[in-house]
């Protein structure tokens, strides 16, 4: 498929709204998909070290 112009291409003959829309949604689950588990794992090894922490000294 060849386009005219860049316009043509992001426009894909009156479909690039949902074209583009549902790359830009992939995009963002596969970042969430990255960042939250991150986020999730600090998360529990600050609260691990925090127990581990109160538990040492008393």
Do not use: C
């Not at 790359?23 to 691990?48: C, D, E, R, S």
């Amino acid at each position: 498929m060849s386009f005219e112009s860049f316009s043509d291409f992001l426009a894909m003959g009156g479909h690039g709204l949902y074209v583009w829309l549902s790359y830009g949604v992939a995009a963002l689950i596969f970042i969430a998909n990255i960042v939250l588990p991150m986020t999730k794992k600090k998360q529990i090894v600050k609260k691990h070290q925090q127990r581990l922490k109160r538990e040492s000294v008393a």
